[in-house]
């Protein structure tokens, strides 16, 4: 047997959206670009141009993110989310424009962003904020000592789905304004999560990848 060929290292570093491959066993398990930590009191986000993490914006006010906060690769939320159904889920006109929001959870203290980590979808949250679906998927660090076994949101812990959802409907509220019309609900399960996740990736290749094939 012959001895195996080292990999190459990239010239470059990939785009983090459009760059990275969301794994082979996607959606079963997948990697996830996480842009910010439970630690920061500052929202960043990934610049869709260059592909570096910029800054967003400071957190108002106590509001941290409870778990490790970024996307899936090569997804979109566009058409093909906004039409899938949750059974209880508000209607959705369309998809909010980003790529697939995701929050994985571990029991390790990870104190920064920008980087990738390998995750199993356990379920989601349908977020609606002004008739955009912007899905929450919910996931768990592979290997977690914690975490890591679970493979439904069901095994999760109703205080754990409580903070993330209380998160989200408070984390753009300004004291004295009117509510931000934003719904959290309904949960859903790791089968529907899967969905929603090939959904995403079919909005990528409309949006993205069938549009440059086509391109003279």
């Given at each position: 047997?012959?001895?195996?060929?080292?990999?190459?290292?990239?010239?470059?570093?990939?785009?983090?959206?459009?760059?990275?491959?969301?794994?082979?066993?996607?959606?079963?398990?997948?990697?996830?670009?996480?842009?910010?930590?439970?630690?920061?009191?500052?929202?960043y986000e990934i610049d869709k141009h260059s592909g570096y993490l910029k800054v967003d914006r400071p957190q108002r006010f106590s509001n941290f993110c409870p778990t490790l906060y970024g996307f899936v690769p090569k997804t979109y939320c566009g058409e093909e989310v906004?039409?899938?159904?949750?059974?209880?889920?508000?209607?959705?006109?369309?998809?909010?424009?980003?790529?697939?929001?995701?929050?994985?959870?571990?029991?390790?203290?990870?104190?920064?962003?920008?980087?990738?980590?390998?995750?199993?979808?356990?379920?989601?949250?349908?977020?609606?904020?002004?008739?955009?679906?912007?899905?929450?998927?919910?996931?768990?660090?592979?290997?977690?000592?914690?975490?890591?076994?679970?493979?439904?949101?069901?095994?999760?812990?109703?205080?754990?789905?409580?903070?993330?959802?209380?998160?989200?409907?408070?984390?753009?509220?300004?004291?004295?304004?009117?509510?931000?019309?934003?719904?959290?609900?309904?949960?859903?399960?790791?089968?529907?999560?899967?969905?929603?996740?090939?959904?995403?990736?079919?909005?990528?290749?409309?949006?993205?990848?069938?549009?440059?094939?086509?391109?003279?």
């Open positions: 047997m012959g001895k195996l060929r080292p990999v190459q290292p990239l010239p470059f570093r990939p785009h983090p959206w459009h760059g990275v491959d969301p794994g082979p066993l996607f959606p079963e398990i997948l990697v996830a670009y996480i842009e910010i930590s439970p630690t920061d009191g500052i929202k906004a039409k899938y159904v949750i059974a209880g889920g508000p209607p959705t006109d369309h998809g909010d424009g980003d790529p697939l929001d995701i929050c994985v959870l571990t029991d390790r203290p990870i104190s920064r962003g920008d980087i990738l980590l390998t995750a199993r979808p356990i379920g989601g949250l349908r977020m609606v904020e002004k008739g955009e679906a912007d899905d929450k998927i919910l996931a768990v660090l592979l290997g977690d000592p914690t975490f890591g076994e679970m493979t439904d949101v069901a095994q999760l812990p109703r205080a754990v789905i409580d903070r993330l959802r209380h998160y989200f409907l408070t984390y753009k509220s300004i004291p004295g304004e009117a509510a931000n019309p934003i719904t959290v609900d309904p949960i859903y399960s790791a089968m529907e999560a899967r969905a929603v996740l090939r959904a995403a990736r079919r909005d990528y290749e409309l949006k993205f990848e069938q549009q440059e094939a086509s391109s003279p």
